[in-house]
């Protein structure tokens, strides 16, 4: 059981260069997340979706698209990448219900924006 | 706004030496409240769920406990395996989002 994998772990980019992070859970959740976490900042919520087909916004959804096209897979997406955007990435996910509990994380992506 | 604040932001231990990790919260109204383990290069890792003030929770060599207003992380005897980034976090009622604190990094010399 592989649990949440994301892809890339590493990725340098120019500014103004797109990308895409991709995130897969084999666990069948019905909820999905982005965070970033930057040095002192904690964990901030960029985007979720508590569902196949459904997204919503986070804490910092700025310069961030999201799509959920299949249950298991939850993308998201720097139209225009700027070096604020350089932090670690954190695809994480939990079955439905009423309670955060139990989040299950990926092991992260390292994004660096030059 | 809900806020999370955790101190101290790094602590070092002698292996053996008990300690505790503060989280201090402000949130609307408390749904729970959330410690994860974060090891370098790896994302968190769930430890435990409180929900309600004098609540406590175990596991090996952790014990959290909650307030109104903070929760403590005991650790017990630790081990170097228990040296590691210790997340805080909180979710108030109605709200999707978990508030995380900014972790406190742990280490335990043998």
């Known amino acids: 059981n592989a649990g949440v994998t994301q892809t890339p772990k590493f990725r340098v980019l120019k500014t103004g260069q797109s990308m895409t992070l991709l995130c897969a859970q084999d666990?069948?959740?019905?909820?999905m997340y982005w965070y970033r976490q930057d040095p002192g900042m904690g964990l901030r919520l960029i985007h979720y979706?508590?569902?196949?087909?459904?997204?919503a916004k986070g804490e910092v959804p700025d310069g961030y698209n999201v799509s959920r096209l299949k249950k298991q897979n939850f993308l998201l997406g720097l139209e225009s990448a700027a070096p604020s955007q350089t932090s670690v990435y954190f695809c994480a996910s939990r079955p439905g219900g009423r309670l955060n509990e139990k989040l299950f994380f990926g092991s992260g992506t390292q994004l660096s924006v030059l | 706004e809900d806020q999370v604040t955790q101190s101290p932001e790094a602590l070092r231990l002698q292996e053996g030496e008990s300690s505790s990790l503060n989280c201090s919260y402000t949130v609307s109204g408390l749904r729970g409240l959330f410690w994860y383990r974060q090891d370098p290069g790896k994302g968190p890792e769930f430890l435990f769920t409180l929900y309600s003030a004098g609540e406590e929770k175990e596991k090996e060599r952790l014990k959290a406990t909650l307030t109104k207003k903070e929760s403590f992380l005991h650790i017990t005897a630790p081990k170097p395996e228990d040296s590691a980034t210790y997340l805080c976090?909180?979710?108030?009622?109605?709200?999707?989002?978990?508030?995380f604190g900014q972790g406190t990094r742990l280490t335990i010399n043998p």
């Open positions: 666990m069948n959740h019905e909820y």
């Open positions: 976090a909180v979710q108030a009622w109605g709200a999707q989002k978990l508030v």
């Open positions: 979706s508590v569902g196949e087909g459904t997204t």
